[in-house]
């Protein structure tokens, strides 16, 4: 039987969207905020998803795309390896979307890969 790391996130883009070619093919690579269910000192907290999406469907929603904006993805969980400033190795989960939809009203429209 097969495992699986599918996620669903609903939250706000909490950087301005960063657009990349790699091997000839777009990627774009922002930060979801999403709260959760903890308070701190009566305020929700926020925990925020590094997320990439690839493709000529990033291409599309890429102009819709900017901080404050409302979403909606659905993607795969993926474990990477980079080096922190000290030199340490480390290992941190981000999110491959395959879809995005926008939820802000004049920006709505859903975008798969």
Not at 17 to 29: A, E, F, L, R, S
Request: glycine letters at 6%; one cysteine or more.
């Amino acid at each position: 039987m097969a495992c699986y790391a599918k996620v669903g996130l609903t939250g706000r883009l909490s950087r301005e969207p960063k657009q990349n070619t790699v091997n000839n093919t777009t990627v774009i690579n922002f930060s979801v905020a999403v709260y959760t269910t903890k308070k701190e000192n009566d305020k929700y907290i926020a925990d925020f998803y590094n997320v990439n999406f690839w493709g000529k469907a990033a291409e599309t929603v890429l102009p819709r795309l900017k901080k404050g904006t409302m979403v909606q993805i659905y993607g795969d969980l993926q474990l990477d390896d980079y080096v922190d400033k000290a030199g340490n190795k480390q290992k941190g989960l981000s999110v491959r979307a395959n879809e995005v939809i926008c939820l802000d009203q004049k920006e709505s429209k859903k975008e798969e890969t």
